[in-house]
């Protein structure tokens, strides 16, 4: 590629980096993007240009669990629903189950009897193993107590799935207040 001029080079690294996130059902971290154009390009400012690139089109490059992803336009979810009669999303989760993933990423790394204390009451096997099944949580490190139980903790899919690209994206507890979510303290 030396041979090529330098905006020449430039569009084949953009192609490059696209055909690699094309490829990947997960976020490529910028390190395996490096890896591909090499490491005297800029892999942030490439992919801003691929961003750009890529305006005005059903789907775009979003950064999501300290990488990046293509992922279709919110507006057009309903046309692939339809199409397809899948869930965009559909993880066929409870409000219950939805509560205590919600926990977790809070409270993270939670044992099963520290969920118990946030909802009064035992979090089952099964719940946890739901979550895990879906890739929304695994397992942390053992908790110092006795008996070292697994503590349990959310997972890149979990910040996939919810569009997030670090656990700093979770809405603060005010604004979840607000949304009428969370009770007050």
Do not use: C
């Amino acid at each position: 590629m030396a041979d090529l001029p330098p905006e020449l080079r430039w569009r084949e690294w953009m192609r490059r980096i696209e055909a690699v996130l094309f490829a990947s059902a997960s976020p490529v971290p910028r390190e395996d993007l490096a890896r591909v154009v090499g490491q005297g390009a800029s892999v942030e400012l490439l992919v801003e240009d691929l961003a750009v690139d890529l305006a005005g089109r059903a789907f775009e490059l979003v950064r999501v669990a300290d990488g990046w992803m293509f992922r279709t336009r919110p507006a057009y979810a309903p046309a692939i629903r339809a199409a397809a009669d899948l869930g965009h999303q559909d993880l066929n989760l409870s409000e219950f189950d939805i509560a205590v993933l919600a926990a977790v990423a809070y409270h993270q790394p939670i044992t099963r009897d520290g969920l118990g204390e946030i909802f009064g009451k035992e979090i089952s096997r099964d719940l946890i193993g739901r979550l895990h099944g879906r890739g929304l949580i695994g397992t942390g490190p053992r908790s110092p107590r006795r008996g070292a139980p697994y503590t349990f903790v959310t997972t890149e899919q979990f910040l996939a799935v919810f569009g997030l690209e670090s656990l700093r994206d979770l809405p603060d507890r005010e604004q979840l207040e607000d949304a009428g979510v969370a009770g007050s303290s």
